[in-house]
Each structure stands twice: as C-alpha cells, then as structure tokens.
C-alpha cells in the first residue's frame, strides 16, 4: 500500500548536469519545507537515473526515484529500449506506466500497459498508471467508460493481491500542458469511478491526480474527495513549485 504521493514526472527535459541540479534544489528545499506526510519522487529522462540516483544516496534526499517508461521483457533483442530491472538497479522504485503521451506518440496500447504493469510489480517496483480521456471523449460523454475500460484492461489480469499495490494517476488529456485544470466536480467524479471500476473494492486504491497543477490550485486538488497525490509534469521543473505543491497537499493531509 502506497499512499500521498507528489510525483514529478520531468518528460524529455534536463540533461544529466541539469537533472542533478534539480535534485538538490529539491532536496534542500523540502528540508527547509514542511511535507511531512508526502513522499516525493522525480522520474527523469532515463539517461538521468543513475546521477540522480548517486545524489539522492550521497546527499541522503529524502527523494525517491522513478523511471517514466521501461519495457516490459527483463532482457533482449530490442534495441533502444530499457528493461525494468535495468531501472531497479538504477534505483528506481516506481515506473510511470502508459503516459498519455507514450500512448499518443508511440502507440503504447492496453496491452503493453498491462505487460509492463505486471512486469514492474514482478521486480516490486510501484507502477503509476496513467489513465484520462481526450476532450473530444468528454465532449461526447464518454469519459466515465473510457477511463474505466483502461483500468480494467491495465489491472483485470493482475491478481487481488498484486493489484493492492498499484498506483493510478488520472490525467485527462485536456488538461494536460494546459493550464486548464480539471474543476474539483470533476476530478471528484472520476476519482470515484476510478475505484468503482477497480475488480475489488478500490476504497483503499492510491489514485493521483495530474494536469496542469500549479502551487495555486494544489490546496483545492489536494481537498478534493479520493485525491491522494499528485503527478506533476511542468510544474516540476521548477524546485520551488514543485515542494510548494508538496506542502500544500502535505497540509491538506495532515
Ligand atoms: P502538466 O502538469 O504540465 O500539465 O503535465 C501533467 C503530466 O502529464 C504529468 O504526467
């Protein structure tokens, strides 16, 4: 069971030198902060991991880690890409699993979702599936049986037991890179239909909320009923907004 979690998902931005640079400052920053309560992760770009890691552990951060894609075979033929024990030993305890964006751009389907799910819960490392609906789904009211039908077909073939340990981001596609936050009435809504698709009873299930949240919106998102965490992408770039928006949840949870 993992439970508040303030995840900053970098996507293709800082270079190694850039990513330790963050990291520190993040570092530092929530020291001198108050998010007791939270747990913070950062998944930089794969090539970061291991000079993020080497700080985290040098400078004793209370920061974990996280990779944002992995493939799901443990080794291979498969030029380019990187396998999820690869990421382990590199540190990682949690994976972003099925990004809109890696659905989007490079055809990342249910199925590979649910193959990499599984193989990050073989290794034991937390996996973050990302599920939301595009703005022509919710135009045409689609959104609650999209969004269901991505959860089932990401968790139905886990068992009950590996699904306890699963997180779930809901990101609708709308709002992210945006600025268009999702209203609470909405975020609400989904969150409950998150854990009403789950197979068992997903009172207990960790969802995370992602799409343009900012140090402004995060006290209302972080309030707002079945949210408990979140996935941020710009916003964590910047160290300052980034534990900003970890203390302000932090309060909330308190
Ligand atoms: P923004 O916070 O930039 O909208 O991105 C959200 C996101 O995609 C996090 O995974």
Redesign the pocket.
């Known amino acids: 069971m993992v439970s508040n979690l303030i995840v900053g998902?970098w996507?293709m931005n800082n270079d190694f030198v850039a990513a330790i640079h963050l990291t520190q400052q993040i570092g530092i920053l929530a020291r001198q902060a108050d998010v007791a309560g939270v747990s913070l992760v950062v998944t930089p770009p794969t090539c970061d991991l291991r000079s993020v890691s080497s700080v985290i552990e040098a400078d004793r951060l209370a920061i974990k880690l996280g990779a944002q894609h992995a493939y799901w075979e443990d080794g291979g033929a498969f030029t380019g890409e990187t396998s999820i024990p690869m990421v382990k030993r590199l540190g990682c305890t949690f994976i972003?699993v099925g990004?809109?964006?890696r659905r989007e751009h490079f055809g990342m389907t249910d199925d590979a979702v649910a193959k990499t799910t599984a193989s990050a819960l073989r290794h034991d490392l937390t996996p973050i599936i990302?599920v939301g609906e595009s703005e022509e789904i919710r135009d045409n009211e689609g959104h609650v049986e999209f969004v269901s039908s991505q959860i089932l077909a990401a968790v139905g073939g886990l068992t009950a037991s590996q699904r306890r340990d699963v997180v779930v981001?809901y990101?609708p596609i709308w709002?992210?890179?945006?600025g268009k936050v999702a209203s609470s009435e909405q975020v609400a809504e989904m969150m409950a239909v998150i854990r009403s698709a789950w197979p068992e009873d997903g009172g207990d299930i960790t969802v995370l909320y992602?799409?343009?949240?900012k140090p402004e919106n995060a006290t209302e998102l972080a309030s707002t009923p079945g949210v408990d965490g979140f996935?941020?992408?710009?916003?964590?770039l910047s160290g300052e907004q980034f534990v900003e928006i970890a203390a302000a949840a932090a309060k909330c949870y308190r």
Request: aromatic share 0%; proline share 0%.
């Open positions: 998902n996507k972003i990004h809109s964006e990302c981001a990101e709002a992210i890179g945006t992602g799409g343009s949240v996935l941020v992408g710009g916003a964590s």
